[in-house]
Structures are given as C-alpha cells and as structure tokens.
C-alpha cells in the first residue's frame, strides 16, 4: 500500500511562486513514478505534470510547461512540483498520484493518489 500526503499549497498573487511536496509512504514507492493533477472548481482532474521512477522522464501539460518544474527526491520518498508565475487559472486543488507509468492522463488509470492541497491565485 502507497499512501501519498501533499502540502505547499496556499494564496499566491498572480506572478507569484509556490512549491508543492507529495511525500510517499510504502515499500515499493520507489519504484513508481509520481504525477500531479489538479481540479478546479466544477473542472474535471486535469493531469499537470509527471515524473517516471528515476526522476530522469518527466512530462507536462502544454499549459504548464515552462512555467512548472517537476522533481523527485527518492532518498526522501517526496515529490516536489516548482509553480513560477501562477496564473488565476492554476486555481485548483492539486493532489498527486502514483503509478507504474506516469504518462496516463486520466486520474483513474494510477493506483494511489493523495488528498490534495488547495491553490490558490488571485489576480
């Protein structure tokens, strides 16, 4: 069993940075890769950003790319997604999900995901 816990969220100005943590429980966490997603406010989950095992792949949504940064510390069990120049439209709640494949874009097809952390950016 994986267990995924997210924090880092919080109200930002547009422009403004913030740093997201998934930290990961469970024996075979390592072995996983680790994606975020988020849900906005009577949006479906929207697949942001995902990062294979290694932390060597990693994919983006067009509308985040170049603006986000995805990472993975194994050493650590955590996951980290860098969000420069938030946009009101990156409001969402935004939770993370493991998988043994990371190019899925549907939340549904990763076996574990967290709780979320709400984001927040006002214009």
């Known amino acids: 069993q994986v267990q995924l816990v997210e924090s880092g969220g919080g109200l930002v100005q547009a422009g403004g940075s913030l740093r997201l943590s998934c930290a990961a429980s469970?024996?075979?966490?390592?072995?996983?890769?680790l994606a975020w997603f988020r849900q906005g406010p009577g949006n479906e989950s929207e697949f942001v950003s995902g990062v294979g095992w290694s932390g060597i792949l990693t994919y983006y949504a067009d509308t985040v790319r170049g603006r986000f940064t995805i990472s993975r510390d194994n050493a650590k069990n955590t996951a980290y997604l860098q969000m420069n120049s938030l946009k009101p439209e990156d409001t969402a709640v935004y939770f993370c999900a493991a998988a043994k494949t990371v190019t899925n874009l549907r939340v549904l097809d990763y076996d574990y995901r967290g709780q979320g952390t709400q984001v927040t950016v006002s214009a």
């Open positions: 469970g024996r075979t966490v390592s072995s996983l890769g």
